[in-house]
């Protein structure tokens, strides 16, 4: 359901009806349900289930696949409800993204026996293994390899910060099928393999869970001879650095969206709050001391948000987007943060009472800064990719 | 069985309302829509109906462009068509003129039922829907709890007073208000948004002589007022006529 305070706003406009039902459903689900999986660092196992039955987290999968078929503009709004709603796309966006490497690079038999069921939500690929402890953005250094030995490929090593793999079935894994030392580009010879998780977990495959500090399943694996089916190789061997950087454009400029989302949650809280909370005879949003932060951070979240829509009109049309998504992903992370200082500082000592569910969304828009990319990675990529400065490292 | 749900289109509820210059209605300009709530319960019931009996659901509106919205809504949850009355000054309409729209554009469908939400979010006349009855001649029951079709009649539950229950038996076509939390209602889904915009929306004018019996002179906001009285006496006096004020005055307990 839209609120009276969008209605007079010229933001979270376009795709009403997305908006409307996305937020529909999202109302149905309190906030303390929100807190209360928060505390007991659950999963929203009924919340993930409703998205998917209404099929909103297969909005991308080509309606011949069960999908919906829409592009990633319509994705992004459908990520940018859910956070707006004050909940966390974090759990389920593996879903929504993922498969872009399946419907790009797998072949027709692996389309057709997996996207349906993703489709429907009977299987769940929520999880991608690309970082290893001793390699995070220096992603051809990985030291995972895949060894073909007959129609299997035997896996070893370790992957670190890995997502939601205790809520999938199925995992997108780069390893290096060919050793560094024998490949002309250091891009070449990685390779990517789809692994069941149901099958792989206990027999080669060890997930060790990584506590943190918001309410993110992420895990440390560790590939112990695990064997994966030839077949479950996605596109060509070593190729899988290229079609790794293709799904990245579409997970940041959703996460971009969540950070919108999030922003404007935090400025309808802190709005709503600074116009009712009298102290010394006035409303606390009366004074510019108040209202400035506010009015910044909306203005940033505002212009984050023309970046994304930018990001992702480039990447329906086909085009490159790597520097509109990596932008947009760093304005909405920074304006989110932003929106979040404001909201938190401004309620006192309630932003930091669980029952406002502030601190919660502050922990969980923090993380945007850092995951997927660190925002520092996006300014070297710029200053080297757009600028054309000399490569810093 | 076929039904018709008719669905009006009123501002959402976390809506500041401000008074138009007029200080006849609302100043409409900034107010986001929605689906009015007792009308969301009624279109519930009639897919469930459809559901379980076969047949079709038409969501019918009056109103101007805007209120699309709601038919797309309408359809996107699982309506099989819809019918748009459009009407541009539907402020100035009262529950007769409404009624009298929605009359002529169901009439020549020959639906077996036609729900309406039990009230209006904005309005709260709750007329529309015994004035539609009326002027299509159909039985008709209100503030309905649960529905039965039993071939040719409807048995229903009509929430009374106090907790108290009616059951009433009538003939079909029957017109029914819906109350609401008759149900629980379905999110839209995704696919069903995408199959809405290959339905149709059957636009039709306004038919003519329809002219409002009633008009709204004035709306405002309820004066808040303070009023302090000192209670005297010894404290058991003073509590009992603390008690008598609270309960019968004040009305909080």
Not at chain 1, 214 to 230: G, K, M, R, S, W
Not at chain 1, 326 to 347: D, G, I, P, R, T
Request: proline share 3%; charged share 25%; with cysteine.
């Amino acid at each position: 359901m839209t609120t009276g305070v969008r209605a007079s706003r010229k933001d979270g406009q376009g795709h009403e009806e997305i908006r409307a039902a996305v937020s529909d459903l999202c109302s149905r689900f309190s906030p303390e349900y929100f807190r209360r999986v928060d505390e007991s660092r659950g999963y929203p196992e009924e919340f993930v289930d409703a998205l998917t039955r209404a099929g909103w987290l297969s909005a991308l999968i080509p309606e011949e696949y069960g999908g919906a078929g829409l592009g990633l503009t319509e994705a992004s709004v459908i990520m940018e409800e859910i956070n707006r709603s004050g909940a966390n796309s974090g759990a389920c966006h593996g879903q929504m993204y993922n498969m872009g490497t399946l419907v790009r690079h797998g072949s027709e038999a692996q389309k057709r026996e997996l996207l349906p069921k993703i489709a429907s939500g009977e299987l769940r690929l929520q999880s991608m293994g690309v970082t290893e402890p001793t390699t995070g953005t220096d992603t051809t250094k990985i030291v995972t390899t895949a060894v073909r030995n007959g129609d299997r490929y035997v896996i070893r090593g370790q992957k670190a910060w890995i997502s939601r793999i205790q809520h999938s079935d199925l995992m997108i894994l780069l390893a290096r099928t060919t050793p560094l030392d024998q490949v002309r580009k250091k891009s070449e010879g990685l390779s990517i393999l789809l692994v069941d998780l149901r099958t792989s977990i206990g027999r080669g495959l060890t997930v060790k869970p990584i506590a943190n500090m918001v309410n993110h399943e992420t895990n440390e694996l560790f590939f112990d001879d695990l064997e994966v089916p030839a077949e479950n190789l996605i596109g060509e061997e070593g190729k899988g650095f290229r079609y790794i950087l293709d799904g990245l454009n579409a997970e940041r400029a959703l996460i971009a969206a969540e950070c919108i989302g999030d922003g404007y949650w935090f400025i309808d809280k802190v709005t709503r709050y600074a116009s009712e909370r009298v102290v010394f005879g006035r409303p606390i949003g009366q004074n510019q001391g108040v209202q400035f932060p506010i009015a910044r951070a909306y203005v940033n979240t505002r212009a984050a948000d023309l970046m994304r829509y930018q990001a992702c009109a480039l990447f329906d049309e086909g085009r490159p987007c790597g520097a509109e998504a990596n932008m947009a992903l760093m304005l909405a992370a920074a304006a989110s943060w932003e929106a979040a200082n404001a909201c938190l500082q401004f309620h006192g000592g309630y932003g930091f009472a669980t029952e406002y569910d502030i601190e919660r969304k502050f922990r969980e828009t923090r993380l945007y800064q850092v995951a997927p990319i660190s925002t520092n990675l996006i300014l070297s990529y710029v200053a080297e990719h757009v600028l054309r400065l000399p490569r810093s490292f | 069985m076929n039904i018709a749900v008719c669905i009006k289109q009123v501002p959402t509820r976390d809506w500041q309302p401000r008074v138009n210059d007029g200080g006849t209605w609302i100043r409409d300009r900034d107010v986001t829509f929605e689906t009015n709530e007792p009308d969301a319960y009624a279109l519930e019931e009639a897919l469930r109906l459809k559901e379980k009996h076969g047949g079709s659901v038409v969501a019918c509106s009056v109103g101007p462009e805007r209120v699309a919205q709601v038919l797309r809504e309408a359809l996107a949850r699982g309506a099989d068509r819809a019918i748009h009355v459009e009407h541009a000054s539907v402020e100035a309409s009262d529950a007769f003129v409404i009624a009298g729209a929605l009359a002529a554009a169901v009439r020549d469908e020959r639906f077996d039922l036609v729900l309406t939400g039990l009230q209006s979010d904005d309005q709260g006349f709750a007329q529309t829907g015994v004035v539609l009855a009326e002027r299509l001649g159909f039985a008709h029951a209100t503030i309905i709890m649960e529905v039965q079709i039993e071939s040719s009649t409807v048995r229903v539950k009509r929430e009374l007073e106090g907790g108290w229950f009616q059951w009433v038996a009538m003939p079909l076509p029957a017109v029914l208000t819906i109350q609401s939390g008759i149900n629980h209602l379905r999110y839209a889904t995704l696919k069903g948004i995408m199959a809405a915009k290959k339905k149709e929306i059957r636009k039709v004018a306004m038919p003519a002589g329809l002219a409002a019996r009633q008009h709204i002179v004035r709306l405002y906001a309820p004066q808040k007022v303070k009023r302090t009285e000192l209670i005297t006496g010894s404290p058991a006096e003073a509590a009992k006529t603390l008690v008598t004020r609270l309960r019968e005055t004040a009305r909080v307990i």
